[in-house]
């Protein structure tokens, strides 16, 4: 294709320089984190997708926890960004201790621990830890898909207890593709639940208008899931690309059971699902009303952005480079862009011939700053820059700053903060980000899986946070 040469936006080699701090709605000014040098990891997972992280080992690559968590990679077998109806090639999931050096030797501080297997010809996508066993140790919960057949899968590596994990997961098949991920308590019961979202991803001709529910069943340390399908409506393939927990319905079920939310890219929609209780679940769906983004949401992180006590979520318009926020009450009554305008960001300007082949995709929160509110961390790729060696394509995040009025700080001249993520000659291809705090210092840090990654160039990147001073107001 011929693409023009992005010359718009102040891109440097190693990371993306734009705008400064800006002033807030209350006439406060956050400050703008940096970072360091993307610094990439060889992977080896065969086209990297799903990442987490948690603190399961010690200094010395023991089970216990030392502040530095370790990061898994699962590889998705094919490139997820453009297509997921072909078969997956080999791939696997990997997970490297995190050895805390991230001062003295930073492309050191991610060693490789252990290799597990994911199963051949089926596409791997969302990767968490959490205890599902109830032993006391994080097991890793990864989704899968096979297209052709219309299945998807829900595979757990246990923890042994010993450091490591089964090499080869317990698979609880679905007749259903999924491709979104929770790990919560849903039934209130102690242990965790999981819910996935359906995903398009389907030759079949099946209906994908669905999540699915993995009511934990365990026993006796006997692993055991209970899935039931659900539909989220009726008449349309709304495939949601992604699903979230909070607690949106706070006062109006009466309890504090945790609620879903989907985001639809295919509708376009959202739909938002009121746990009752005793995984008993009431699906809304709301459609695009008119507004600026035409709601085609890939992708979403939830939490409580601002100071009050209610639930938001934002949404990933992958199209559009765009980020709709949605504000909650204890009602699950929602405050979108549609109403307020400083609610929904540009990530870049669509208007910009140079970004016409940009893509956003995967999203997390966290605080880049400390600041009051939840930052959000948005993935781009395919931006196009200039090098001495020609143009290049490269990934970047778009960083959004929160305010404590659940709104976000951008610059005051473009749309986003926007930084790097690969360096010169790696192959990027951003698909989901992991905020985390990596070195310990108080500040969270951007980990990046690169889905693009060929065999020579099968990698992931690190975004180390050079944030020193904690933001006072």
């Given amino acids: ?28 000014v956050q400050k703008v984190p940096t970072f360091e040098d993307p610094i990439t990891f060889g992977a080896g997972v065969g086209s990297p997708y799903g990442l987490a992280s948690a603190d399961f080992l010690d200094a010395n690559g023991n089970p216990g926890q030392d502040g530095y968590p370790e990061i898994a990679v699962a590889g998705a077998g094919l490139n997820l960004l ?22 003295t030797n930073p492309t050191g501080a991610l060693v490789q621990h252990q290799v597990l297997n994911i199963a051949s010809g089926k596409t791997a996508t969302e990767l968490a830890f959490a205890d599902v066993t109830g032993s006391g140790h ?21 923890n042994l207890g010993n450091g490591t994990f089964q090499s080869s997961p317990d698979e609880f098949p679905m007749d259903v593709s999924v491709r979104g991920l929770v790990t919560v308590d849903l ?12 995903s398009n991803c389907d030759n079949t001709g099946s209906a994908t208008e669905r999540f ?4 934990n069943a365990t026993f006796n340390g006997v692993l055991s899931f209970d899935a039931q399908i659900e539909q989220i409506a009726t008449g349309t393939d709304t495939a949601p690309g992604d699903i979230v927990v909070g607690d949106f319905y706070a006062l109006s079920a009466g309890d504090s059971f945790q609620d879903l939310v989907t985001s639809n890219p295919l509708d376009p929609s959202y739909t938002k699902i009121r746990n009752l209780g005793q995984l008993q679940f009431v699906p809304t769906t709301a459609a695009n009303s008119g ?7 890939i992708t979403a992180a939830s939490a409580k952005f601002g ?9 990933v318009d992958f199209d559009d480079l765009f980020l709709g926020v949605f504000k909650g009450n204890q009602l699950a009554q929602f405050t979108s862009f549609c109403d307020d305008p400083a609610l929904g960001y540009q990530l870049l300007p669509t208007t910009d011939p140079d970004n016409a082949f940009v893509r956003a995709h995967g999203i997390d929160s966290g605080n ?77 840090d951007i980990v990046v899986s690169n889905n693009y990654s060929d065999a020579l160039n099968d990698n992931f990147s690190v975004l180390i946070n050079k944030m020193v001073v904690a933001i006072g107001f």
């Fill in 212 to 215: 699915v529910v993995f009511e």
């Fill in 82 to 103: 453009d297509n997921c109806d072909q078969i997956a090639v080999d791939h696997s999931l990997k997970i490297f201790h995190n050895t805390g050096t991230w001062d």
């Fill in 138 to 158: 994080p097991d890793l919960v990864l989704l899968g898909f096979q297209p052709d057949l219309g299945e998807g899968y829900l595979w757990v590596y246990q």
């Fill in 1 to 28: 294709m011929d693409r023009q040469r992005n010359r718009a936006r102040g891109v440097v080699m190693g990371f993306v320089v734009i705008g400064v701090a800006a002033t807030t709605a209350v006439g406060q």
């Fill in 368 to 444: 880049l700053n400390g600041g009051p509110g939840v930052d959000l961390v948005v993935t781009l790729y395919e931006l196009e820059v200039a090098s001495t060696e020609g143009p290049e394509w490269v990934s970047a995040v778009a960083v959004l700053l929160g305010k404590a009025d659940g709104t976000f700080q951008v610059p005051t001249a473009q749309t986003a903060y926007i930084f790097r993520t690969d360096g010169p000659g790696v192959v990027g291809g951003a698909a989901l980000v992991e905020v985390v705090d990596l070195d310990a210092d108080g500040f969270d």
């Fill in 291 to 297: 507004c600026s983004s035409d709601w085609s949401f």
């Fill in 187 to 198: 039934d209130g019961d102690g242990d965790i639940d999981i819910a996935a979202a359906g």
């Fill in 307 to 315: 100071t009050d006590s209610w639930w938001d979520f934002a949404a």
